[in-house]
Nanobody
């Protein structure tokens, strides 16, 4: 019954910035990891960034130094600040949360298009 809802996607010029947000539509308990994945047309879905309950983070090499993931543990909300965007960042971005019981939750995705 619980769903994750992403927001903040859109069209932006190369070098621009966007901030994505993801919040649950219902109560989720004991969340361990929250993450952002993306899938470009014709390509496999890939992990972009992940953040753990202790605020440690992991990033894909392609976005290091440009993207920042953060979370509000009280709200189980995760954010992705994307700076210096490139055309190759164009994709559908998906929010993901995994509980300590290994239950996974996904959003429906938000489109990010980087084009001049």
């Amino acid at each position: 019954q619980v769903q994750l809802v992403e927001s903040g996607g859109g069209l932006v010029q190369p070098g621009g910035s966007l901030r994505l947000s993801c919040a649950p539509s219902g109560s989720i308990f004991n969340i361990n990891v929250m993450a952002w994945h993306r899938q470009a047309q014709g390509k496999q879905r890939e992990l972009v960034a992940a953040i753990f309950s202790g605020s440690s983070t992991n990033y894909a090499d392609s976005v290091k130094g440009r993207f920042t993931i953060s979370r509000d543990n009280a709200k189980n909300t995760v954010y992705l600040q994307m700076n210096s965007l490139k055309p190759e960042d164009t994709a559908v971005y998906y929010c993901n949360a995994v509980s300590l019981r290994k239950e996974a939750y996904w959003g429906q995705g938000t489109q990010v298009t980087v084009s001049s």
